[in-house]
């Protein structure tokens, strides 16, 4: 009889659940439930997702779980562990003149980036403390503790199922609130003070890579027995889901645009791009966000009239380069560069130019050098890049995967369609029960090798002045 582990993906979007095989990781069941949109969300939607997408008995046999959580939310709990406000999403930029302010209060960027790592951006968790203690201070004297997204529907699901008292985290998601070094391994209660005022603020328990938050001794949605994981940032678990290697970065083209690689210490990045992450294998994941990813192919779609297949043939007619077209896809501002007010621009257009084709090209093109700028910044903080990997909505696109290999210069590969946060975190369920972290096989297609066009080095050229003019 084979055991079975489940691994959640609370994300911006919707609650994904697989049920694997320990020893294989072969999906055996899976379920689904969608978030509320916006960018803040009463938790208690999580939990409504989470029942959802496990209704019918889809836990009941499954030994362990995990949970990998969008990174960066505040979630401000009372001393009853009940929620105070609804929680702050990582893309909620309100908090985008707070971070301003924290980084220069603790002396600028290197400060920051000696401290924890981490410079705050709108998105960092650090920076929406300092939002809740300016603009509602009531909120803030109710709060005793604060936890993020993965850590809340951990012990959500601890808590209903009779498990252990106490928020926990990882290390992993720990890393991206501001407040939690990942060289030093350790909050930093100063800056939770520079942030809030307070020193009494209470903080999750960081858990270690295959340590368990607990077991579940009664039966309802689990059953009575199952051991939960610490749970992680999805990034991490992303990473994790993949088994990630040195020398190989992974591009993440959902909702948001990330890059990141697995790494041997922790970076300090001074430009605030490179956020010094821990992974959750005790490791480091050095990364790089953007706001606009896959959502920039949607809204030139429904600029030029088409459906996404449709943006994908115009795409592929047109020649790289776009004939002379750039696009800077800030289309929601921008975390990095940090430009949360900034909104986008086509440049180089031309009554010969101006076509279908290279519009849609453009718009591919655009987006791609978004996240391809910072696998350039991962190179410049000493992080190996040897091949890349193309996850998320995105990269099924026919443009993308034809146009990527060009821009990258590096072997790229598409592993085949997964939930791969989710997979990450049921591995980590697997580790935490057995001891060990099992060998998961990941399947992946090599993309072409991209052609050496000099339009391509034109392209770049043509973006990083663009973006130079951006930054005045």
Same mark, same amino acid.
């Given at each position: 009889?084979?055991?079975?582990?489940?691994?959640?993906?609370?994300?911006?979007?919707?609650?994904?659940?697989?049920?694997?095989?320990?020893?294989?990781?072969?999906?055996?069941?899976?379920?689904?439930?969608?978030?509320?949109?916006?960018?803040?969300?009463?938790?208690?939607?999580?939990?409504?997702?989470?029942?959802?997408?496990?209704?019918?008995?889809?836990?009941?046999?499954?030994?362990?779980?995990?949970?990998?959580?969008?990174?960066?939310?505040?979630?401000?709990?009372?001393?009853?562990?009940?929620?105070?406000?609804?929680?702050?999403?990582?893309?909620?930029?309100?908090?985008?003149?707070?971070?301003?302010?924290?980084?220069?209060?603790?002396?600028?960027?290197?400060?920051?980036?000696?401290?924890?790592?981490?410079?705050?951006?709108?998105?960092?968790?650090?920076?929406?403390?300092?939002?809740?203690?300016?603009?509602?201070?009531?909120?803030?004297?109710?709060?005793?503790?604060?936890?993020?997204?993965?850590?809340?529907?951990?012990?959500?699901?601890?808590?209903?199922?009779?498990?252990?008292?106490?928020?926990?985290?990882?290390?992993?998601?720990?890393?991206?609130?501001?407040?939690?070094?990942?060289?030093?391994?350790?909050?930093?209660?100063?800056?939770?003070?520079?942030?809030?005022?307070?020193? @009494? %603020? #209470?903080?999750?328990?960081? !858990?270690?890579? *295959?340590? =368990? &938050? +607990?077991?579940?001794?009664?039966?309802? /949605?689990?059953?009575?027995?199952?051991?939960?994981?610490?749970?992680?940032?999805?990034?991490?678990?992303?990473?994790?889901?993949?088994?990630?290697?040195?020398?190989?970065?992974?591009?993440?083209?959902?909702?948001?645009?990330?890059?990141?690689?697995?790494?041997?210490?922790?970076?300090?990045?001074?430009?605030?791009?490179?956020?010094?992450?821990?992974?959750?294998?005790?490791?480091?994941?050095?990364?790089?966000?953007?706001?606009?990813?896959?959502?920039?192919?949607?809204?030139?779609?429904?600029?030029?009239?088409? @459906? %996404? #297949?449709?943006?994908?043939? !115009?795409?592929? *007619?047109? =020649? &790289? +380069?776009?004939?002379?077209?750039?696009? /800077?896809?800030?289309?929601?501002?921008?975390?990095?560069?940090?430009?949360?007010?900034?909104?986008?621009?086509?440049?180089?257009?031309?009554?010969?130019?101006?076509?279908?084709?290279?519009?849609?090209?453009?718009?591919?093109?655009?987006?791609?050098?978004?996240?391809?700028?910072?696998?350039?910044?991962?190179?410049?903080?000493?992080?190996?890049?040897?091949?890349?990997?193309?996850?998320?909505?995105?990269?099924?696109?026919?443009?993308?995967?034809?146009?990527?290999?060009?821009?990258?210069?590096?072997?790229?590969?598409?592993? #085949?369609?997964?939930?791969?946060?989710?997979?990450?975190?049921?591995?980590?369920?697997?580790?935490?029960?057995?001891?060990?972290?099992?060998?998961?096989?990941?399947?992946?297609?090599?993309?072409?090798?991209?052609?050496?066009?000099?339009?391509?080095?034109?392209?770049?050229?043509?973006?990083?002045?663009?973006?130079?003019?951006?930054?005045?």
């Amino acid at each position: 009889m084979r055991t079975l582990v489940a691994g959640v993906d609370s994300s911006t979007q919707s609650c994904k659940v697989v049920v694997c095989d320990a020893a294989t990781g072969e999906v055996v069941r899976e379920g689904r439930a969608a978030h509320p949109d916006g960018t803040e969300v009463d938790p208690r939607h999580w939990w409504d997702a989470f029942e959802q997408a496990t209704a019918g008995g889809l836990l009941q046999d499954v030994q362990a779980l995990s949970v990998g959580g969008q990174q960066h939310g505040l979630c401000a709990l009372d001393d009853a562990g009940e929620v105070v406000r609804p929680a702050l999403l990582w893309n909620d930029t309100r908090s985008a003149g707070d971070a301003a302010d924290l980084v220069a209060e603790l002396g600028g960027a290197q400060a920051w980036a000696q401290a924890t790592g981490v410079v705050p951006l709108a998105a960092i968790t650090v920076s929406k403390l300092r939002w809740l203690a300016r603009h509602e201070p009531e909120q803030l004297g109710r709060t005793r503790t604060v936890v993020l997204p993965h850590d809340w529907l951990t012990g959500q699901i601890l808590a209903r199922h009779g498990g252990p008292a106490g928020w926990t985290t990882d290390r992993g998601d720990a890393s991206g609130t501001g407040y939690w070094s990942a060289a030093d391994g350790d909050y930093q209660p100063d800056l939770l003070e520079l942030a809030t005022g307070r020193r @009494d %603020l #209470e903080v999750p328990r960081v !858990l270690g890579p *295959a340590e =368990p &938050a +607990g077991t579940a001794t009664n039966q309802a /949605l689990l059953g009575a027995g199952t051991l939960v994981g610490a749970g992680t940032g999805d990034n991490m678990a992303a990473a994790l889901g993949l088994g990630l290697e040195p020398g190989e970065a992974v591009i993440s083209l959902g909702t948001s645009g990330t890059a990141f690689a697995r790494h041997t210490g922790p970076t300090q990045d001074a430009l605030g791009e490179v956020a010094s992450y821990a992974d959750a294998t005790g490791g480091f994941l050095p990364l790089l966000c953007t706001l606009n990813a896959a959502r920039v192919l949607s809204a030139g779609a429904r600029m030029l009239g088409v @459906d %996404l #297949e449709g943006l994908e043939q !115009l795409a592929l *007619a047109a =020649p &790289a +380069g776009s004939g002379g077209l750039t696009l /800077l896809p800030y289309l929601d501002g921008e975390r990095t560069p940090n430009l949360p007010t900034a909104t986008g621009t086509l440049s180089g257009m031309t009554r010969a130019n101006l076509t279908p084709e290279n519009l849609a090209r453009a718009v591919v093109e655009g987006m791609l050098l978004n996240v391809v700028a910072g696998v350039d910044s991962l190179r410049r903080e000493g992080v190996a890049v040897e091949r890349v990997h193309l996850i998320g909505g995105a990269a099924r696109s026919g443009a993308v995967r034809a146009v990527a290999p060009a821009l990258l210069g590096v072997p790229v590969t598409v592993p #085949e369609p997964g939930e791969y946060v989710a997979l990450g975190a049921a591995r980590q369920a697997a580790w935490a029960l057995t001891g060990e972290l099992p060998d998961w096989p990941v399947e992946v297609t090599e993309l072409p090798a991209g052609a050496q066009d000099p339009q391509v080095g034109e392209l770049r050229a043509r973006y990083a002045g663009l973006l130079a003019t951006m930054h005045g």
